[in-house]
């Protein structure tokens, strides 16, 4: 694997390598679903996820594609809660909500303060509301949101990697302290928060991107996070797929996603999850990736190891 580009990764390079954006309705989130997710107090319980249209997010970081479902201009204030509003008719009724915005919900670009009113309004119902945030978007705006809500807030940032060469690398324009300070901020205001965390972004080899996926989760734990996500690193966006092309790149495999839950659940430091998203894309083997995608998904839920896969590909 080839460490060092010989060209400068950052806002202009990755932006040069886009491909185009999808056709969204800025009055109508681009996706929802309800999926089962266990609770921080260890019940099973169905979590309604809104995946809101709004403008992209102000940073752009290397491994990003969430842009492809975003608009180019900021929404008109009253287009967010509208757009909860017309999915909450939709999906079925759950106890927590998920609002990702495909950036930052604090991002006065992305969902403008004069919304938190209507939306909290609109989610009084719930138990806990998450919603995702840049670590640096972290500050009294939140207070502001909690303070307006009935169910608890819990809040989701990108740890990415604690391999600092590579945090940097990848533009999100952060540094681990950034990351400690936020959750810190967070935790002494009573608000919960989760970390997600890479699995092998570029410049790493397969054994290093587990490595550094188990120390970034112990990074995370340390700082105050109550729960991490594992997301394996995809092409796609442009930018990676160049990457992957110059060999600065490789998808990980869908075996290492499982070394790396597990030794998050073992870890018992709270809850750890990974994302199980088009996970067929990670392996190669057609024999056992239903099994270890469903593995992978009874271990989200359990939080208990439970016996691996035997197959000929990991023999
Ligand atoms: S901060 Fe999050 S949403 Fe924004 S570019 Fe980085 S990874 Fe994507
Ligand atoms: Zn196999």
């Known amino acids: ?25 800025p009055r ?18 169905d979590t309604a996820i809104i995946f809101l249209t709004n403008r992209e997010c102000s ?23 509208k757009q909860i509003e017309w999915a909450l008719k939709q999906l079925p009724e759950a106890r927590n909500l998920k609002l990702y915005n495909s950036g930052s919900f604090f991002d006065e670009r992305a ?4 919304d938190y009113k209507s939306i909290a309004s609109l989610v009084k119902n719930f138990e806990t509301v998450i919603v995702e945030s840049h670590p640096r978007l972290i500050n ?13 807030l819990q809040i989701a940032l990108g740890l990415e990697t604690v391999h600092t060469e590579v945090l940097r690398k990848l533009n999100k324009q952060m540094t681990l302290e950034d990351f400690r300070n936020s959750v810190s901020f967070l935790t002494q205001h009573g608000i919960l928060s989760r970390a997600f965390i890479l699995l092998r972004p570029p410049f790493l080899s397969e054994s290093e991107g587990i490595f550094w996926a188990e120390r ?25 797929d160049l990457l992957m092309e110059k ?6 495999d869908i075996l290492s996603l ?44 359990n939080q208990k190891i439970t016996s691996p896969i035997r197959c000929t590909c990991s023999s």
């Open 28 to 45: 109508k989130p681009y996706a929802w679903l309800v999926e089962k997710e266990r609770t921080a107090s260890g019940r099973l319980e």
């Open 59 to 81: 940073f752009h970081c290397l491994m990003c594609d969430l842009w492809k479902n975003t608009t180019n201009v900021s929404i008109p204030a009253g287009a967010i809660p």
């Open 247 to 252: 060999n600065y790149f490789a998808q990980p």
């Open 140 to 152: 009294e705006k939140c207070l502001i949101f909690r303070d307006m809500l009935k169910p608890d």
């Open 111 to 114: 969902i403008p303060e004069e």
């Open 216 to 240: 970034s989760i112990d990074f995370a734990f340390s700082a105050g996070v109550e729960c991490c996500t594992v997301i394996p690193v995809r092409a796609g966006n442009g930018a990676m």
């Open 258 to 301: 499982e070394t790396v839950l597990e030794y998050g659940i073992r870890l018992n430091s709270g809850r750890v999850f990974a994302d199980v998203w088009d996970l067929g894309m990670f392996s190669s083997c057609k024999k056992c990736i239903d099994k270890r995608t469903n593995r992978l998904i009874t271990l989200n839920l």
């Open 1 to 25: 694997m080839n460490e060092d580009p010989d060209f400068n990764i950052n806002d202009q390079w990755i932006l040069s390598k886009r491909g185009r954006k999808n056709t969204v309705n």
